[in-house]
């Protein structure tokens, strides 16, 4: 029973997404040119799905887990500086993912 609420793992995996997210954020940010843009950030999630894929099959997540994997996600995007709108819209599409 209290493996149900031992969400460490998906805590540390969920920083570790978004640590992921804004290091390739900051790099590939400084090369973009305004026509590439979508497409560098629709391989960027592709990259992170792969991620989150991998870690869904080899933890098993409830509720209580996923709500802790974005909630750990979302406050390191906004601990980073990202604004309010594009972190809602990346923990949107994470918690889709899940």
Do not use: I, P
């Amino acid at each position: 029973m209290f493996a149900w609420f031992n969400a460490k793992e998906s805590k540390q995996f969920g920083v570790s997404l978004a640590e992921f997210y804004l290091e390739r954020v900051l790099v590939e940010g400084k090369s973009r040119t305004k026509k590439n843009v979508g497409m560098k950030q629709a391989e960027l999630l592709l990259k992170l799905q792969a991620q989150l894929r991998t870690f869904t099959t080899s933890h098993s997540l409830n509720v209580y887990k996923k709500a802790a994997l974005s909630n750990a996600f979302q406050w390191k995007l906004k601990d980073a500086g990202l604004d309010r709108e594009q972190v809602d819209q990346l923990v949107s599409w994470l918690t889709r993912q899940l």
